[in-house]
């Protein structure tokens, strides 16, 4: 379902289903939801401890959000980073990333924060969502799976 969810994506290497299975086998989901009904999985998304500046923070990474093809834009996604967000805040995380388009992830109160990057990709896609009010400051580095196939 991943694979088939980032097929043709212009900014995918075609790696999401093995990042998350690389997540899954280092122990670092933590957050994994899956959307399904009558036994298929039509969505998934996952969030991942980040480091900032070297240093393991209290900080997620959000994604791979995927949602199977022929149920994309009936909101599967939304509920879904929705949900996952409310489980970082049930955690009492301070805050998330992600990499991704600011016209979709804008409207879950992502944003850019200054002197916060990801280093190597553009700046523009790169926003962060405080939950507490912190305003972290450093390069973001995603858990290594994340590298697979970039």
Avoid: N
């Avoid at 093995?18 to 899956?34: D, M, N, Q, T």
């Avoid at 805040?89 to 388009?101: E, H, L, T």
């Avoid at 992830?105 to 944003?111: D, E, I, L, M, V």
Wanted: glycine share 12%.
């Amino acid at each position: 379902m991943i694979d088939r969810a980032f097929a043709g994506h212009p900014h995918s290497h075609g790696t999401e289903a093995a990042i998350v299975r690389e997540l899954r086998a280092a122990g670092a989901l933590s957050v994994s939801l899956v959307c399904e009904l009558d036994g298929e999985v039509l969505g998934y998304v996952a969030a991942s401890p980040v480091r900032i500046d070297g240093v393991a923070a209290p900080w997620f990474g959000l994604g791979p959000v995927a949602v199977e093809p022929k149920y994309q834009r009936r909101g599967l996604g939304s509920r879904l980073i929705t949900d996952c967000l409310a489980a970082l805040r049930s955690r009492s995380a301070p805050g998330c990333v992600v990499f991704g388009s600011p016209a979709y992830y804008s409207r879950f109160g992502f944003a850019p924060i200054d002197g916060l990057v990801l280093p190597g990709l553009p700046a523009e896609f790169f926003m962060a969502q405080s939950f507490d009010g912190s305003r972290p400051t450093g390069a973001v580095r995603y858990h290594p799976a994340f590298d697979t196939g970039a």
